[in-house]
C-alpha cells in the first residue's frame, strides 16, 4: 500500500494551488487527476495546427490569488495584464463605445468614461452613477443579500433594460455566469465592489499569451514535481474511506492508497459522492453552461485584443491568432474566440444552428467579416462550467474543514465568497491547505481543541 501525508484529489487550479502549497510546507504529496492533463476546466487541446483552448480566461488585476499563483508556476511573464483597464464595447445598429479608467480614485477613475459612453444618454448615465454608488454601499456580509436577486436590485435602482445590458450584464455576465435576474445580490456586490468599485486599478484585465494547457497544466506539473510532490494524472480515484490512521484511496479499482490527510479539489457533486459525509448541500447547487464559438477567417477582422458586445448573443471576442501557433501556420489569417457566458439555451444547440443563429451578430460586429473567408468554425461547451450562483446558493457552499477529520474541501464551489472564477478557485486551494496545515490529527483523535493554524479569512480580498 502506497502511502503519504496527503492526497489531492483532482487537478484543477485549486488542486494544483493546495498541493503545491502542501509540498512547499514540507508535507509528502501525491496529487491524483482523472484526465490525462492538469487544469481542471482551464485546458487546451490540439486541432489540426491549432492550439485550442477549451474557453476564453481572463483574469483582473485584483485576483491576487491566481497571480501569485502564476509567480509560482514561473509563467507570469507568458500573461498580459493591461497597464490600464480599456473595454471596447460595440452595440450593432447604435454605434461603438469604449470604458477605459482615468488615474483617479475609485470609483471616479470611470467617470471620464461614463461620461462620454455613447451607449446610455445623459439620464441612463445618471441613473447608473447612483446605483454604482448605491452597489458600493451594500453589506455583501449580509445574509439577506444572498436572498435577493441581483436583477430585481437592478430595477428598484431604475437600471432600464439598456443599462443593464450595456452596463452591468457587460461584467456580470461573464463572472455571474447566469441572467441578472437569477443571480445572488451578494455575489455581484462582491464582484462590483472588488472589482471596478474599491481600488481604481482592480479591473485592469489580463490574459494568456500561450495556449492554457502551456500556462496551467505543463507548468503545474512541472513546479509540483520540482517541490518533491507526485503527479499522477489519468489516475481516478474511485473511493476515500476514513480510517483509524487515516484515509484508504482505491485507485483504478485495484491500488489501495493510504494518507493521513485528503483534499478533494472536485466538483460538489463529485466530491459529494465520494465522501457523502461532508454533507447534502453541494448536491444542491447547480450548475451553469457556458458555450465557445472559434472562428477562423482568412484576413483580419479584429484589430484590437478584443472587443464585447452589447444587444447581441456576442459577449466577447478575443484575437487568439499568436496564442494558438496560427500566425506562425497561415500568415494573414486570424482566429477569433467567442465566449458565450450563461448559455442554457445554446449549450445543446447543434454547429450548423449556431453558426446561423450567431453569424448575422458576428458580421455586424466585424463588418470585414462579410468580404471574409470562413477557414473553420467550430464550437466548444462546458455544460457544468460552473457553479451556480443563484439566490439562496450561498447556504450550500461548504467550508474547506468537512465533519470528517482531516478531510478538505476545494474548488470554487465552496465557501470563497467570490463566483466561480480562477481566482476563486486558487483562493479554495490556498485555504483547505491553511485548514490541513492548521490540523492536528493527534489533538483531533484525542478529543482536544483543533491547532489554529495560518487560516485565512475566505472571501476577503488581499
Excluded at 250 to 263: S, W
Excluded at 320 to 346: D, F, H, K
Excluded at 446 to 452: I, K, L, N, S, T
Aim: glycine share 10%.
Amino acid at each position: 500500500m502506497t502511502r503519504s501525508d496527503v492526497a489531492v484529489v483532482g487537478g484543477g487550479l485549486a488542486g494544483i494551488t493546495a498541493a503545491l502549497r502542501l509540498a512547499d510546507a514540507g508535507r509528502t504529496v501525491t496529487l491524483f487527476e482523472a484526465k490525462p492533463w492538469l487544469g481542471g476546466l482551464t485546458h487546451s487541446f490540439r486541432r489540426g495546427d491549432l492550439d485550442v483552448d477549451n474557453g476564453q480566461h481572463v483574469f483582473l488585476r485584483c485576483c491576487t490569488a491566481y497571480r501569485t499563483l502564476l509567480d509560482r508556476l514561473g509563467v507570469t511573464g507568458q500573461t498580459y495584464l493591461q497597464d490600464r483597464l480599456d473595454i471596447p464595447v460595440r452595440q450593432p445598429g447604435v454605434g461603438a463605445a469604449r470604458l477605459r479608467r482615468n488615474g483617479l480614485p475609485a470609483p471616479l477613475h470611470l467617470g471620464g468614461a461614463l461620461f462620454g459612453y455613447g451607449l446610455l444618454n445623459p439620464m441612463q448615465r445618471l441613473r447608473f452613477t447612483r446605483a454604482a454608488l448605491a452597489m458600493k454601499a451594500l453589506d455583501r456580509t449580509d445574509p439577506a443579500l444572498d436572498r435577493r436577486s441581483f436583477g430585481d436590485w437592478l430595477r428598484e435602482q431604475g437600471q432600464d433594460a439598456q443599462t443593464v445590458a450595456a452596463m452591468w450584464d457587460l461584467v456580470g455576465l461573464a463572472t455571474l455566469n447566469v441572467p441578472a435576474d437569477e443571480a445572488s445580490l451578494a455575489l455581484a456586490a462582491m464582484v462590483f465592489q472588488v472589482g471596478l468599485l474599491t481600488d481604481n486599478d482592480a479591473a485592469d484585465i489580463g490574459w494568456s499569451r500561450v495556449p492554457l494547457r502551456q500556462l496551467h497544466s505543463d507548468a503545474g506539473e512541472r513546479a509540483l514535481t520540482a517541490a518533491g510532490a507526485t503527479v499522477r494524472p489519468g489516475t481516478r480515484v474511485d473511493a476515500v474511506s476514513p480510517g483509524p490512521n487515516g484515509f484508504t484511496l482505491r485507485v483504478r479499482d485495484d491500488e489501495e492508497f493510504l494518507a493521513k490527510q485528503v483534499v478533494l479539489a472536485l466538483p460538489p457533486h463529485v466530491a459529494h459522492k465520494l465522501v457523502p459525509d461532508i454533507g447534502g448541500g453541494p448536491a444542491k447547487l447547480g450548475s451553469s453552461p457556458i458555450v465557445n464559438v472559434h472562428l477562423v477567417v482568412d484576413r483580419p477582422v479584429l484589430t484590437e485584443p478584443f472587443v464585447a458586445g452589447v444587444g447581441t448573443p456576442i459577449q466577447w471576442v478575443f484575437d487568439r491568432t499568436e496564442p494558438s501557433g496560427l500566425a506562425a501556420s497561415r500568415p494573414g489569417a486570424q482566429y477569433l474566440a467567442v465566449s458565450l457566458s450563461a448559455a442554457a439555451e445554446l449549450v445543446d444547440l447543434p454547429v450548423a444552428r449556431l453558426r446561423e443563429l450567431l453569424f448575422p451578430d458576428l458580421e455586424a460586429l466585424f463588418p470585414g467579416l462579410a468580404d471574409a473567408t470562413v477557414l473553420d468554425f467550430f464550437v466548444t461547451r462546458e455544460r457544468t462550467a460552473t457553479f451556480r450562483g443563484s439566490p439562496g446558493s450561498q447556504e450550500f457552499r461548504l467550508p474547506a474543514r468537512t465533519p470528517v477529520a482531516d478531510l478538505f474541501l476545494a474548488g470554487a464551489w465552496t465557501d470563497t465568497g467570490w463566483p466561480a472564477t480562477m481566482e476563486g478557485a486558487v483562493r479554495s486551494g490556498d485555504t483547505a491547505a491553511d485548514a490541513a496545515l492548521g490540523a492536528s490529527t493527534v489533538d483531533i483523535r484525542a478529543g482536544r481543541p483543533v491547532g489554529a493554524g495560518p487560516q485565512r479569512r475566505q472571501g476577503v480580498p488581499a
